[in-house]
């Protein structure tokens, strides 16, 4: 994309520039100037997009998809479960069990529920074990691979 | 999309209804003729609902559609209640110019605009911060308040920037809000359209003291810069943030340069917006209105030194209510912490870290065009050519660059890694102010390029507030009016 816009504006730059030549040199000289600048860049803005695109996050998944690492522990399942559950209004909170990680994506895809301490909400995400070993109990739960959904 | 493309229309549209008030009240409505503020207007509705809408969630209002009708029919009832009341005469007819911008720019910011549609939000800041913040503040409250919840920034928030203003995400909420769903896509468009808003708003303020086509080269320019597309799509608040405090410098100097207390009103306006974006810009506001201050104390004008005064505490209590919010609930980010022994201490990463910013003042935008710069100051203060100028953006580029470099120097952090993944983006203010100055600087240090007559009767009427104003000759062009 950027070549042909770049390309394109860089003509009609030098164009603009020669055909000030007589009345205007100066501004002929800085249009000109600017569209070498401008041409002579092109091939580096363009390097420099690409290796953004190809070094930084754009390949991984789009902010509702779980990241890698952890679909296959039931984050998917559990956050789709929290969201079909827990009231758009209403709070939460996460115990993890074991150390998980994701916990950042699963408060990101759970909002706008707002995550509070487990003592003041009866939605419990439990990560990594039981609610039992997290010490949490409660009037239903749901099992999604190492996770559980606790209502209390 | 299509659903989505009209409601982010509808609320752009009453943003630039906002800003249009906004400059009623200035005074800079009729200054820029209505043409001229039409086209203004967008960019002051944006900077100004920056800067609103966090007080207003502290008030308990929400970032909703309806919100921003209220707010904007007060704004326009009272510009036009201002406005009325004004003798001055409005700004001449607008010309045939602008189609230029609006020709050479249309390339680059079509071509965004059509790849920012389909861009995913893939970026952790996006997750951690922005538009985590964005979906808290769509999904609480109703139609007009409640949306703000202290829980935000409890310690379950921990690592979401919670020591950043709230503009941005308000701005994010309300697109949501329009758009009828919370959207990580569609929404960067919005940021191409603060990008399109930016390069008008810079060719109305800037064309009286600019040749037509030089300006529009240079700001055709800004709108395809590399480092500004890719800070557009992936780093949108760096982009907002930059090009908001750009514009306020640029205002700012103007009103050192011609003495018209609006241009100082609404740089302020633009100065807030950028504090309400980031906390980035404490720095580059604080060393901005310190290098006006000195200014105008060496030139012992002290009824503009009490305006930049009122100025500068105007700016700073719109950032007061969320500072000390965040100071009273320890919200800081402790990356960096200045301290005398720190800065001994590591004393010597300051080589590594002068390089890094240098590098990527120079990487991340034209290449040539910050050499380019600095090559034409330099030739306008050999040459005698509007040296006040010059040395206005020599000393404001690297009393940047020293600002941030004493940033990085009181790093609590592993240096290597807070450079490579802050860098690059820190300096994109350092790199528009660059893009933005260019074109001026070129003209004056390249010629003598004759002043349209129109931009002459500009010029004369900014100096007109303040006739003994010297500034305002040496901002002129080298070779002087007609």
Redesign the interface.
Known sequence: MSVFAVGAVCLGLAVLGVGLWRRHLAASLAVIALALVMAVSTYQSVEARARHLNGLPHASPALEQAPPAYRKRGYQDLARAAISRIPAGDTYAMVPVTPQGGSFWLRYVLAPRIRVEPSQTRWVLVLGGTPQQAGIAGAHSWRYGDNWLVRR | MIREAAGLLAVNLLLAALGAGALMVIGSWRAAGTAGALVLSPFTGIALYLALMPPLLYAGFAPTPQVLVVTTAVALALGVAVDRRRREPHGGPPGRDGLLLAA?AA??CG?LLL?ASTK?????D???DW??KA??????GGPFRGAL?D??F?S??L?THREYPLGLPALNALDNHAMGRVD?VFVHVQFVLVLIAFVAAMWVVLRPYA?P??LA??L??VA????L??RTL?GPWDMTVACTWVAGAVLVGLWLAGGARRDLALGSLFLAGSLATKVESTANTGLLFALVGLLLVSRRQWRSLRDAAVAAVAVVATAAPWQLYANAHDLHSRIVQPSLGRMIDQAGDLPTIVRSLTRSVV??T????VP?ALACAVVMLLRGRNRELAVAYLVTFFGMLAALAFVYWNHTVALHPLLSESASRTITTVQVLTLVM??LL??RA?????LPRRAAVAAEGRSGDRPSSPAATAWRPAGGGP
């Open positions: 050479a390339v680059p071509l790849q995913r939000a893939a970026e952790i996006w997750q951690l538009a985590l979906r808290l503040l769509t999904g609480n919840d829980r935000f409890s379950a928030y690592n990580t040749n086509i030089v080269a240079g055709t320019a395809a810069s590399p480092g597309q890719i992936y990487a991340w034209w290449a040539g065009v380019l260019l074109p070129a003209e390249l010629g003598d390029i004759t």
